[in-house]
């Protein structure tokens, strides 16, 4: 599986779950490459898109 770590915190972000436990929640195995990108939040709506339009931020890295 390829595992978009910026897909799992935005999405984290937006529905209210800790994107570690479900990183951890994966088995090694099962992960064959990991991907990292930049996000844009928009503050009108609320919400984080994955848009690669942004640097990665922290977080991200950490999940990295």
Known sequence: ?????????VN???HGFNPREFI????DEKIA???IAGHT?????????DTHGKKVVHPVWELL
């Open 24 to 27: 951890d929640a994966i088995p």
């Open 33 to 35: 490459y990991l991907h």
């Open 41 to 49: 939040w928009y503050e009108e709506d609320q919400m984080i898109i």
């Open 1 to 9: 599986m390829l595992l978009d770590v910026n897909n799992v915190y």
């Open 12 to 14: 984290s972000q937006n």
